[in-house]
């Protein structure tokens, strides 16, 4: 049966999940937009773990979106490695099934492959003791996996690189961030496997915007520009897990409606 639920913003996000029957909840440990270190609700990340795991609810951990590992500036992505290995070590302490971290970019006319080279670096120095799963990003001419060239190039540059524990970096499918970076849903699973061998987890969101617009601005399945026929499609052909980002009070609908079709 297909793990499907939602990014839950409360905070108790496992009553969340329970309450709407979502066997998958994501969320952030402290707050997104900022440089603090990661917090455990509660304070025991073993009674945590445990209160999931007896409810059979999976947890994913979001990174914080300030996260560039692939900047050149060394103000950003010094603290950004800090703080990617601090989450990576708390999710792994509440037994979550992955860390999602955006791809990152560069700015201005720097050289992509720098930020390649930086991720790179990233990967050599970080431990990881859950898989690592890099997100598909909307918009950005210098982004590290806007576009799926962008996408092979990264990961072509990954590809025989070991962290010290040689722990797993996966993928995380947006469907949002793929109409608006302009990629056809209607292969884009295959064509994403074809470059990353995986897709470990799918945050399935309807888009505000049009296909090709670079906006990174959700919607709920039945509001946006996106089929919401392509959307199953897209869950279907993936096979992973599934976790809805799609705006509140919306968001418990939209995650009956697809384990209505695939749960």
Not at 135 to 148: D, H, I, V, Y
Not at 198 to 220: E, K, M, Q, T, Y
Request: proline share 6%; with cysteine; aromatic share 4%.
């Amino acid at each position: 049966m297909m793990r499907i639920g939602g990014h839950f913003h409360s905070d108790h996000p496992l009553d969340d999940a329970v309450g709407c029957g979502a066997k998958v909840a994501q969320f952030f440990l402290g707050d997104p937009q900022g440089w603090k270190g990661p917090v455990i609700p509660g304070g025991d990340p073993g009674a945590l773990r445990d209160a999931y795991a007896a409810a059979d609810v999976d947890v994913y951990i979001h990174a914080p979106y300030v996260i560039n590992v692939a900047s050149t500036n060394n103000r950003i992505r010094i603290p950004s490695r800090k703080l990617l290995d601090q989450h990576l070590k708390a999710a792994a302490s509440i037994g979550a099934k992955g860390l999602i971290v955006h791809g990152g970019h560069v700015t201005g006319d720097i050289d992509p492959g720098q930020g390649v080279a930086n991720w790179v670096k990233a990967i050599e120095q970080i431990e990881r003791p859950l898989p690592l799963l890099i997100e598909n990003t909307a918009g950005g001419n210098g982004a590290m996996a806007r576009t799926l060239d962008a996408i092979a190039r990264l990961w072509e540059a990954m590809a025989d690189v070991t962290a010290p524990d040689g722990g797993e970096v996966g993928f995380c499918l947006d469907t949002c961030h793929a109409n608006s970076a302009g990629i056809d849903l209607a292969d884009a699973v295959d064509r994403v496997k074809a470059i990353t061998g995986r897709i470990d987890l799918v945050h399935c969101n309807n888009s505000r915007d049009p296909f090709d617009s670079g906006a990174d601005r959700h919607a709920n399945f039945d509001a946006g520009t996106i089929d919401p026929q392509a959307l199953l499609d897209v869950v279907r052909a993936a096979g992973a897990p599934v976790v809805c980002e799609t705006p509140e009070p919306g968001l418990i609908v939209d995650i009956g409606w697809l384990r209505d079709r695939l749960g």
